[in-house]
């Protein structure tokens, strides 16, 4: 064999060698890129789902499964954020004669709940978001400020999740301790209305609107809950809640809903 021949070949397979190699990184770089892409929609997907990773009582994980099977919030909604307070108060549409209510009360939650599953509410905008906390964070003696306290964070976490949507912070609501039920709450009958102080101050202040509900269902001259308007010192009746939709209602008219 001819000794150029021969050299022919062997540049031959070696540019033979060098275009497979380009070929295959090529290849493996169109891989990562594909396989980056698979992973960013991934993330993407997971952060869509809005899964709420916090447990609480086994009603809460109900209530929060029951949510995301529902969703239904979107960036026309009012949403009725809160505890048993505004879980019992059922079908809000109803009350309030507007179609686009969704309640998301949850009976024993408190501000580290509502905090935890705004990923089921904040990511869609509402329009409105009537807020109502505080109560079952009162319990075992803790401070009023405190209570203030964790309620204004979750007001910051709303308005930072979601700065478009009205948010509208309701009071809260008035005790009656005759009937010596809610031990954790005993001698808070006049906490109450010194926390509604601190978080309308804060609220005053950062040109949140505040709802007074309070003084509406005490006696006149005191800070305990009417007797009509419960049943167990703590849990409002339908006479409660008609005072609480006609404010609502008052509100929404005042801002030209």
Not at 28 to 49: D, G
Not at 125 to 138: E, Q, S, T, V, Y
Request: proline content about 3%.
């Amino acid at each position: 064999m001819p000794l150029d021949s021969f050299f022919l070949r062997i540049i031959r397979k070696i540019l033979s060698s060098l275009l497979f190699s380009v070929y295959l990184c090529r290849m493996i770089r169109k891989n990562i890129i594909f396989f980056i892409a698979l992973c960013l929609c991934m993330l993407t997907a997971t952060a869509q789902a809005q899964h709420v990773a916090y447990r609480s009582t086994a009603h809460y994980n109900k209530r929060v499964a029951q949510f995301e099977r529902e969703g239904g919030i979107d960036e026309n909604s009012i949403v009725m954020l809160g505890n048993s307070l505004t879980e019992n108060g059922k079908n809000w549409s109803e009350r309030l004669g507007i179609s686009n209510v969704v309640n998301r009360g949850i009976i024993g939650d408190n501000t580290v709940g509502m905090t935890e599953r705004l990923c089921q509410i904040t990511p869609h905008h509402p329009k409105i978001i009537f807020l109502m906390a505080g109560i079952n964070n009162m319990v075992n003696d803790a401070p009023c400020i405190d209570v203030a306290q964790q309620v204004i964070g979750l007001i910051d976490a709303i308005r930072q999740q979601t700065p478009t949507t009205k948010l509208y912070v309701e009071s809260l609501l008035p005790i009656n301790e005759k009937s010596g039920r809610w031990r954790t709450l005993a001698g808070r009958t006049n906490d109450i209305p010194l926390t509604n102080m601190y978080i309308r101050a804060y609220c005053e202040s950062n040109g949140i609107t505040f709802v007074d509900l309070f003084h509406q269902m005490t006696y006149p001259k005191s800070n305990m809950l009417r007797d009509e308007l419960s049943s167990d010192g703590l849990h409002i009746t339908e006479a409660g809640y008609e005072i609480w939709a006609k404010e609502i209602l008052l509100q929404l008219n005042h801002q030209g809903r």
